[in-house]
């Protein structure tokens, strides 16, 4: 009870301060960020958190750019890029670039990050972000080769999203570790100082090349780590923060009331479902999510539509595919299951079980959205007893196939290509909570074909196939709001990740 | 609470004990009002699906954090719904059960432990003592909101888990003055007087000593009986103690927390019948205390 008391303290604080002017930021040219979670390491290879794609995006730079607005693909560090064969890419690269620390960009750097993360043994954290990739070679100084292990389509977005290009000298003698204290990279920011999980400090790259991202204007982002949501609050009403994001969408509404703050909302590719243990990897005995019926009732069970209008709010769609429409092969032309509890109830008896029965429930995010989702189950007759777990341990213990019942998110990595979700779930991995071999075999003609209409068409196939067997209860999309100072200009991107160039002060 | 009638006395002085012991108990204050609100919360506790407006557990996604009847809102929802809809009167009345059931049966178990630990202790000294002081002490070592946090984390909450760990965690203040209360009268006259007639140990413990060290103990049961309700609120607050949709009001003030800033009865309703409750139950436990003590009886 002591942590209530103290921001209950805090927040008197605020508001005692709220009145007052804020302090001068746009004066001082610097732009006071919070972020939620602690980030672990800041070597983008090394964590696998939102935050960490935020700082990547702004301290690093990849071959080529995704264009967030047109989805149109652009050379960044690269300025041309060919396939020379189904597993060769050739690139041709920028010149003239130079690192953060002086150190000038050129195809041993290329060479050296992608053998490196690319080796298992070097122990990426993400590995499907890298591990489709065998090596790079060099052909002279800005012309590079990546060789893949397989045919992968996905090439390019993955080459424009998380792999990012590191200094070989340097990284060579900092490693990991150096590189999360002492960030260096080609990238629009530089960082000038790190305390580990608490506090970056950003400042414009005044060399920073002619990038599609954009050159930065704000000279200075200060970015800290304020866990409390009520907290973050309360300080960008005192004016010690300029931006917050992730804002859940209740207090949200209640600031967009406020005319001190501009509210933006965007949707993101997170996606929110339900799983169940199709395979019957868990104990329980006997295991009614084995039955059709049973898996079709909890899609039934569930008022999408009420839980995106009064819980998510904002620019969150009801979907119906394990996937984000928006990526590539996410067809929707699929099974779709409307709210019927009473039809619900009736496949429940018809599976033989006319009084319901009790599962375990896990959730580890959304605490409010778990809630209402137990609600619905238990109002056709499904008990729940509700475990909210970390993150990690939830993943640990569905990856042993413990897991008869939970309500998790994918958020792809902000990949805008159906294997990135789909891929990751149904192709018999420890995750994979179904294991049938008819979707396995559609995924794997769909994640290997170069031809996009091979691909869609098989995507397509898998999807009808998970929902016709309602393997998942796919519920919704989630959308983020970006509350920050009028005094600020900024228009968020649909995935999730904070522009910090495209950031201007009124 | 003992009847020493002592018919030469009462012919003398006039009141009884009882009447005495009436007198003193209707004389306190603390006691009285304490002692009704405590009543009053157990009966609603008892009454909870005759007295709630609504079900607890019925959801209604459109109607959330209705305001409640002072703050602007209706009569339909005296004391608002929460976050998802819920009547916030009824899931009040309901927390009140799982309150008070962790209360009074963590109190329980604990005070059966930590007795007979401390009564032993107490009378046989020696070995007995001396282990069941190192017990003390080891359990004293532990902090029991970590003990607690961590049980529940490896166990996963549920309202047993949250019942049986408080009660196997809070007896070290029972065992402690049990231990201190029966060393103090081991030695009288009457204890002697019962070994000398060849009494058997457990009537003395029972008959001889227990009477003399109860008022000790019922404020203790009072005292750990608050622990135990501020526990589980603590521990549901950190999402580890009663798990949803059980309604209990540690859960509630930890559900209202994110819209503190901006609609603070969430919170605030909960949190005073929280402290409503536990004070109740120290002012009783006081005065319980005040009127039964030995040295009060003159």
Request: hydrophobic share 45%; with cysteine; glycine share 6%.
């Amino acid at each position: 009870m002591k942590k209530l008391s103290l921001t209950t303290a805090i927040t008197a604080v605020a508001f005692a301060t709220a009145g007052l002017p804020a302090l001068a930021d746009k004066a001082e040219d610097k732009l006071n960020v919070a972020f939620t979670k602690e980030l672990e390491n800041v070597d983008s290879y090394f964590n696998s958190s939102r935050e960490g794609v935020v700082l990547q995006r702004a301290v690093w730079d990849g071959l080529i750019y995704r264009d967030p607005v047109t989805n149109e693909y652009k050379g960044n560090l690269a300025t041309s890029w060919e396939w020379i064969d189904d597993t060769t890419l050739e690139f041709k690269l920028r010149e003239g670039v130079t690192f953060h620390n002086g150190e000038a960009f050129n195809a041993d750097d290329v060479v050296f990050t992608v053998n490196f993360v690319a080796d298992e043994a070097n122990g990426v954290k993400t590995q499907r972000n890298v591990n489709w990739m065998k090596s790079a070679e060099k052909i002279d100084d800005y012309t590079v080769r990546i060789h893949l292990k397989d045919k992968f389509p996905a090439a390019i977005e993955f080459l424009s999203g998380p792999v990012s290009m590191y200094p070989n000298e340097y990284y060579a003698e900092a490693g990991a570790s150096g590189m999360g204290l002492k960030p260096v990279g080609t990238g629009p920011y530089k960082v000038v100082s790190v305390v580990p999980g608490q506090h970056f400090v950003l400042e414009k790259n005044e060399n920073y090349h002619d990038s599609p991202k954009g050159q930065p204007t704000i000279k200075t982002i200060d970015i800290r780590t304020v866990p409390d949501v009520n907290t973050q609050i309360a300080e960008l009403f005192s004016g010690t923060l300029d931006l917050i994001w992730q804002v859940p969408a209740d207090q949200s509404e209640k600031l967009k009331s406020m005319d001190q703050f501009t509210v933006a909302n965007e949707s993101t590719m997170r996606v929110g479902y339900i799983t169940m243990d199709a395979a019957g990897r868990s104990s329980m005995d006997p295991n009614p999510f084995q039955d059709l019926r049973v898996r079709r009732a909890i899609n039934h069970a569930i008022d999408r539509q009420a839980i995106v209008d009064s819980l998510l709010k904002g620019s969150s769609k009801v979907i119906n595919t394990p996937c984000f429409p928006s990526q590539f092969g996410c067809v929707q032309d699929v099974t779709s299951y409307e709210y019927d509890p009473e039809k619900a109830k009736a496949l429940l008896a018809e599976a033989g079980y006319p009084d319901g029965f009790t599962t375990e429930f896990y959730a580890y995010r959304n605490r409010d959205y778990a809630e209402a989702l137990a609600s619905y189950l238990n109002a056709v007759g499904i008990k729940t007893d509700f475990k909210m777990l970390q993150y990690s341990a939830l993943r640990e213990l569905n990856m042993k196939g413990e897991v008869p019942l939970a309500f998790l998110t994918w958020g792809s990595y902000s990949i805008n290509d159906a294997s990135a979700m789909v891929s990751q779930f149904f192709k018999h991995g420890s995750l994979d909570d179904t294991r049938d071999d008819e979707v396995l075999e559609y995924l794997n003609i769909a994640d290997s074909a170069t031809d996009p209409d091979v691909r869609i068409e098989n995507y397509g196939k898998a999807l009808k196939r998970i929902t016709d067997q309602a393997f998942w209860a796919p519920l919704f999309s989630y959308n983020t709001n970006y509350v920050f100072k009028t005094s600020v200009n900024y228009s968020p991107t649909p995935d999730e990740v904070l522009r910090f160039t495209t950031m201007t002060w009124n | 609470m003992t009847d020493m009638t002592d018919p030469l006395l009462q012919e003398i002085t006039g009141p009884t004990p009882g009447q005495l012991l009436r007198k003193r108990v209707f004389g306190h204050q603390g006691l009285l009002i304490g002692a009704i609100v405590v009543a009053i919360l157990a009966i609603i506790a008892l009454l909870a699906p005759l007295l709630a407006p609504h079900d607890p557990y019925a959801q209604s996604l459109m109607d959330r954090m209705q305001p409640p009847v002072f703050l602007g809102g209706t009569w339909e929802h005296p004391l608002g719904t929460d976050h998802l809809g819920r009547d916030y009167l009824s899931r009040l009345i309901y927390g009140a059960r799982v309150s008070l059931m962790i209360g009074v049966i963590a109190a329980v178990i604990s005070g059966v432990i930590g007795t007979a630990m401390g009564v032993a202790a107490g009378y046989f000294g020696g070995k007995v003592d001396a282990v069941v002081t190192f017990l003390i002490n080891v359990r004293l070592a532990m902090p029991v909101v970590l003990v607690a946090l961590a049980v529940v984390a490896i166990l996963g909450g549920s309202l047993t888990v949250v019942i049986v760990v408080l009660g196997l965690l809070l007896w070290d203040r029972f065992a402690v003055v049990m231990r201190a209360s029966t060393l103090q009268v081991r030695r009288r006259e009457y204890v002697a007087a019962a070994q000398a007639i060849g009494a058997s140990t457990p009537r003395i413990l029972l008959t001889e000593i227990m009477p003399n060290i109860v008022n000790n103990l019922i404020v203790v049961v009072t005292l750990e009986m608050a622990h135990a309700i501020l526990l589980e609120a603590a521990l549901s607050f950190l999402g580890l103690g009663v798990q949803p949709p059980t309604p209990s009001w540690g859960l509630m003030v930890s559900e209202g927390k994110n819209m503190m800033l901006f609609e603070p009865w969430l919170v605030l309703i909960p949190g005073a019948v929280l402290f409503l409750l536990v004070l109740a139950i120290n002012l009783m436990g006081d005065g319980l205390r005040d009127v039964t003590a030995p040295e009060n009886r003159n």
